[in-house]
């Protein structure tokens, strides 16, 4: 069913991007998964492009492109069907094909792969693609496809189940979805099931759903911050850095890995701000303490080898 809208759905977003010239609040998700570096950011998908989501604060950050994280393996993904992550790794599937991403989304970019065969050697034969995927943190991620769901082990890199109805098995209550289009594990006991403008939280001790209700206003703080990457004016990194890049422009989240420096401003002429990030740092005045360049666009640079 969610592929059979995906082209309607693509195309309605992509013309609202070609209206708007600035980012936008979404009410539906294609895919949504967790950061791994940290318990407190996750990654929204829709149609081609993606947003940062803050979850303790549930703030939710500027647009920007999935060819950011996957470069040439994205060249011809116009959306994401589902996403997971484990071991360190995120996995980004669409149709019958996946792609893993290594830590620090650059540092290890996988070729694109048949998800039989590869992803798992027993997958389903049906499951020509998913609508959705989770990793509730106890070694086992979940797939669902229209109204099944199947048990993927971590550590065996095997399906365990035949695909299986949700209801009575997966949760003991589930709306009248016969689909989901994304879950995320929100990582303090709840996962977010989403179809459509709508979603639901379940609860992973109890396997309890509550009502669905609107994505917009109750699921987070939506941001819309005017500008991305391609927009920063004369970007440049510092000085003392001969070689550097932007890793997130104003009011979007850097993503380092492991822990290095990040240098925040607009051009060598006015200066910069440096700090040492662990994981990833939302890109603003805010968190770096002082505007090197008050009125200016700004941007987070990293020094690359």
Known sequence: ??????????????????????????????????????????MLFTGPNYRDYIVPTRQIMGLRSISDIGGHNFRDWNSIDAATQFNGSIYLFLGSE?????????????????????????WPGGWTYVDAAVNLGNGI??????????????????????????????????????YVDAALNLRNGK??????????????????????????????????PPVNTASVEKPEGPRQWPNSRICASEGTVCRVNGTQQVAYGYNRSSGYVFKTVNGSITCNTRNFGRDPAPGKVKACYVQTN
Not at 110 to 119: D, E, L, T
Not at 192 to 219: C, H, M, R, W
């Open 191 to 224: 996962v977010a099931f989403f179809k459509g403008d709508q979603y639901f939280l379940y609860t992973i001790s109890t396997a309890k759903t509550e009502a669905p209700v609107p994505v917009i206003p109750n699921f987070g703080n939506w941001y819309s």
């Open 141 to 178: 991620v979940y797939f669902f496809h229209s109204r099944d769901y199947i048990r993927y082990n971590i550590s065996s890199g095997k399906v365990e189940n035949d695909p299986t109805p949700i209801v009575g098995n997966f949760a003991v209550t589930w709306p009248n979805w016969n």
């Open 98 to 122: 996946y792609v893993r991403l290594g830590v620090g989304l650059g540092a290890s970019r996988g070729q694109r792969m048949k998800i039989a065969g590869n992803f798992a050697g027993n």
């Open 1 to 42: 069913m969610k592929r059979q809208i995906s082209t309607i759905l693509i195309m309605g977003l992509m013309l609202a991007a070609a209206v708007t010239a600035t980012a936008q609040t979404w009410n539906t998700l294609g895919a949504a998964v967790e950061w791994p570096l940290d318990n407190r950011s996750a």
